[in-house]
């Protein structure tokens, strides 16, 4: 088979900053995908009505025919007028921080008797919430295992909450995921179907590969693929983070890699190796607009059989994969 045309996708993760790079990585998105869901972690938080409605329209100035799925940032003790209001402004996401767990995290929460009162109101309101599932105070590549006794907690204790579990990076997560629920679902990245600790550190540091949570070796990778290809459940999410070159390259790296520019190529990569090729029109187009209760995309992009070799640079940031030649390309049909 040469080329494979799919439902346009949906990028359920995705972190397109504030400021002056914000216009950039919105239509880089919008270039493929008709749907995302941009991340609150932004400076400052999207933690706020006005707040949202005012980065809502920056985004939706860059790209008017982009989808939002709109979330925010939830603060300890935020309270459920404040919960109600970011939903009148058109939110129907809350996402869970640990505090220091990633990027612009430290604002996050200690532990989830923080946001009680904001969890029930998001249950009564019908809102999805969205976990960063990792527990800081545990070694880097065991803090998603560490995390997910907090996950059944607050699935036992908001009993209907809808709960998404962010990037899958573990076999366990993918595990807890696969016997959880129908309301629970997870997001898992192109960079996690696709990559290592070794790409990331094996022979020399790569810090365009350096993200929350850290790569795993190849026995995750291979369970998170077999969760993408066939749990119902698991979703895309690029969780494609930006930053600019100078602070990857700098001697306090912050976690994040620039997904965007070659998320689909890479899941097409990743899904053909695992034979599942059939399956990744479901995984990246169906199922999370299924589980957020969203109409299928009505376009169409085509993936083709085509090497390229991944720029330096893009939209002044360094993209995974840069300098490398990858087999798919995708465009518009
Ligand atoms: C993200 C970022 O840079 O905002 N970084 C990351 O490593 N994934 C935040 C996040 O989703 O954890
Ligand atoms: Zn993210």
């Given at each position: 088979m040469r080329?494979?045309?799919?439902?346009?996708?949906?990028?359920?993760?995705?972190?397109?900053?504030?400021?002056?790079?914000?216009?950039?990585?919105?239509?880089?998105?919008?270039?493929?995908?008709?749907?995302?869901?941009?991340?609150?972690?932004?400076l400052p938080?999207?933690?706020?009505?006005?707040?949202?409605?005012?980065?809502?329209?920056?985004?939706?100035?860059?790209?008017?025919?982009?989808?939002?799925?709109?979330?925010?940032?939830?603060?300890?003790?935020?309270?459920?007028?404040t919960v109600r209001s970011l939903a009148g402004a058109g939110a129907?996401?809350?996402?869970?921080?640990?505090?220091?767990?990633?990027?612009?995290?430290?604002?996050?929460?200690?532990?989830?008797?923080?946001?009680?009162?904001?969890?029930?109101?998001?249950?009564?309101?019908?809102?999805?919430?969205?976990?960063?599932?990792?527990?800081?105070?545990?070694?880097?590549?065991?803090?998603?295992?560490?995390?997910?006794?907090?996950?059944?907690?607050?699935l036992d204790d908001y009993p209907r909450l809808r709960i998404v579990l962010e990037h899958l990076s573990t076999r366990e997560a993918a595990e807890?995921?696969?016997?959880?629920?129908?309301?629970l679902g997870a997001t898992v990245t192109a960079h996690h179907l696709s990559f290592t600790t070794d790409d990331l550190a094996g022979r020399a540091l790569n810090p365009h590969l350096y993200c929350k949570p850290v790569l795993q070796d190849a026995a995750h990778r291979a369970a998170l693929r077999k969760a993408a290809a066939a749990c119902e459940r698991v979703f895309f999410g690029s969780d494609s983070a930006p930053h600019p070159r100078d602070r990857k390259e700098s001697g306090?790296?912050?976690?994040?890699?620039?997904?965007?520019?070659?998320?689909?190529?890479?899941?097409?990569?990743?899904?053909?190796?695992?034979?599942?090729?059939?399956?990744l029109e479901d995984f990246a187009s169906a199922r999370g607009a299924s589980f957020y209760g969203l109409p299928p995309n009505r376009s169409r992009v085509r993936l083709v059989r085509e090497t390229w070799t991944v720029p330096d640079e893009v939209d002044g940031a360094v993209p995974a994969a840069a300098g490398s030649a990858l087999a798919w390309t995708a465009e518009r049909v």
């Open positions: 080329d494979l045309v799919i439902r346009a996708p949906d990028d359920f993760h995705v972190h397109f900053r504030s400021g002056p790079g914000l216009e950039k990585f919105v239509r880089r998105t919008a270039a493929l995908f008709d749907r995302a869901l941009p991340m609150p972690n932004t938080p999207l933690a706020d009505a006005a707040t949202l409605r005012a980065y809502a329209a920056s985004v939706r100035a860059a790209a008017p025919d982009l989808d939002l799925v709109l979330s925010f940032k939830l603060l300890p003790g935020m309270d459920t007028e129907r996401v809350g996402k869970y921080y640990p505090a220091g767990a990633t990027t612009h995290s430290s604002d996050g929460i200690r532990e989830p008797g923080e946001i009680r009162e904001a969890l029930a109101a998001m249950e009564d309101a019908g809102l999805v919430l969205s976990v960063h599932g990792e527990d800081p105070a545990a070694p880097v590549l065991e803090r998603e295992r560490a995390f997910l006794p907090v996950v059944r907690g607050l807890f995921v696969a016997a959880g629920p129908r309301r306090s790296i912050p976690p994040g890699i620039y997904a965007a520019p070659v998320a689909l190529p890479l899941l097409a990569a990743a899904f053909e190796e695992e034979d599942a090729l059939d399956r």
